[in-house]
């Protein structure tokens, strides 16, 4: 009898399994580390900055001017001098910085938000109990949770923490610990040589610093923009104040900006700054120009541009820019959304449905959250007509234009010094401010249009001169 395992061809069967067990191994830790390096989908905003207002950027290592609407993730800083103040938000998350103030941002990404009073005051405004769960706000003596929502208040001065609440509950996190409840004030300081934790317990203090907190919130009613977007989505409390929603008849709800010029275009009014880890990062001027440039689409319609920010997201994830480079994104061979031959030399909106793809590998995963109105039923068949049109505008390309400079990645910081200037950062081409054909960003996205960057420096090729 032959007991012999092997083939009678003479290869063993299930030979092949060791090796597709390896190369499923692999596959699946490869998910797994693009996973690990992917961006947060949530981040902070500079949203005010009143009087002398510094920002501590942890990839440069450098204090600098505080700019309305600069991002702001986990190892920033943000300080005010005397007489100064500033508003960060997170989603729906508020904190109010008074006069001679330091406050670091220790986590801020999809599952926590840590921050750390050094010195000054601060107010806390926490919108659900579910954002409450993320929330964790310490200072040299003593850590607190909210543990729902609530508005509180925390000051550090010395070595002494004062925390109080206005409303809501806020956790001590201590084994001394307990809660502070509406209407409470606890001053806090532990013992030099046990380090025991000590607190009074009084009232909370009605100065100026209360007083404008109070103000401030009032302004934050009841908001339209809930009934589109999510509160969750930074930077959304400004809509209601500079601009109207409409209904589009293909898109839904859109948002038009009101107070521009007529022939205002997206992205054309800001700068263009590195931030880590998401790479190019657009700043925009106005005041409401967060949300509508880090969510959501652009389109043209009834002879102006309107915001469109798509189905309701839940939890809605942050892109630094939703733009199309022409000819390539800075500092990188890969082309987003519209694809045309040559190095950079502007930038477009996306149009809704238009696919952002991230500079740098990112997990499918990520890629669909940050995408999540994407048509994915004739993705791949648009991909094919984007590519024959690559291949079309290649051949009346010209000769190559001159390159954006790649983006250096800055050393890690050193330890926080004295406030000096930051280096500024290195120059990028000009905006697409042409506006397209009425209806070219409706049904059909024909994206193979003519799209000239405004003062392009360089000549376009007509196309019956010859290539060098």
Not at 234 to 256: C, I, K, M, Y
Request: glycine content about 8%; charged content about 30%; some cysteine.
């Amino acid at each position: 009898m032959n007991t012999s395992s092997k083939h009678p061809d003479g290869h063993t069967p299930w030979a092949w399994l060791p090796r597709l067990l390896l190369a499923l191994s692999l596959g699946l830790w490869a998910l797994a580390s693009l996973a690990q390096s992917d961006p947060p989908g949530r981040v902070g905003r500079l949203a005010d900055a009143r009087g002398a207002v510094s920002w501590w950027d942890a990839e440069t290592g450098h204090w600098a001017e505080a700019d309305r609407n600069q991002p702001l993730t986990g190892g920033d800083r943000v300080s005010t001098a005397a007489g100064g103040s500033a508003e960060i938000r997170v989603g729906s998350t508020v904190l109010r910085l008074g006069e001679a103030t330091e406050l670091e941002v220790l986590r801020l990404d999809d599952e926590r938000l840590a921050f750390q009073l050094h010195s000054g005051h601060l107010a806390l405004r926490v919108r659900s109990r579910e954002i409450a769960d993320e929330i964790e706000l310490v200072t040299a003596e003593v850590r607190f949770e909210p543990l729902g929502a609530g508005h509180f208040r925390v000051d550090r001065r010395d070595d002494t923490t004062q925390a109080s609440s206005w409303r809501g509950e806020l956790r001590i996190a201590d084994a001394a610990g307990f809660v502070i409840t509406t209407g409470q004030r606890v001053e806090l300081f532990r013992e030099r040589r046990s380090l025991a934790l000590r607190w009074q317990i009084g009232v909370p203090l009605n100065d100026r610093f209360a007083e404008a907190v109070q103000r401030e919130d009032q302004r934050d009613g009841r908001s339209v923009s809930a009934r589109y977007v999510s509160p969750e989505m930074t930077g959304v409390e400004e809509l209601d104040r500079s601009g109207r929603w409409e209904q589009h008849p293909e898109f839904g709800a859109v948002w038009l900006p009101l107070g521009v010029a007529a022939d205002w275009a997206p992205y054309s009014d800001g700068r263009w700054t590195w931030v880590a880890p998401w790479g190019w990062t657009w700043v925009d001027n106005a005041r409401w120009g967060f949300a509508p440039f880090h969510y959501g689409r652009w389109a043209y319609w009834r002879n102006a541009w309107c915001w469109v920010p798509g189905a309701y997201v839940e939890r809605p994830v942050y892109a630094p820019a939703l733009v199309a480079w022409a000819g390539g994104r800075p500092g990188s061979g890969a082309r987003l959304g519209v694809r045309i031959s040559g190095p950079s030399v502007g930038w477009l909106p996306l149009a809704p449905r238009e696919v952002y793809q991230p500079h740098h590998p990112v997990s499918p995963g990520y890629h669909e959250r940050v995408n999540p109105n994407r048509d994915r039923r004739d993705a791949r068949a648009e991909e094919r007509r984007e590519e024959r049109r690559d291949d079309r505008r290649d051949e009346r390309a010209g000769p190559p234009r001159p390159r954006a400079q790649p983006a250096v990645q800055p050393p890690a910081p050193p330890a926080p010094q004295a406030a000096m200037p930051a280096p500024p950062p290195p120059a990028l081409p000009k905006p697409v401010a042409e506006k397209p054909r009425e209806g070219e960003h409706g049904k059909g996205h024909e994206r193979d249009r003519e799209r000239k960057p405004a003062g392009d420096p360089v000549r376009p090729l007509k196309d019956n001169e010859n290539q060098k």
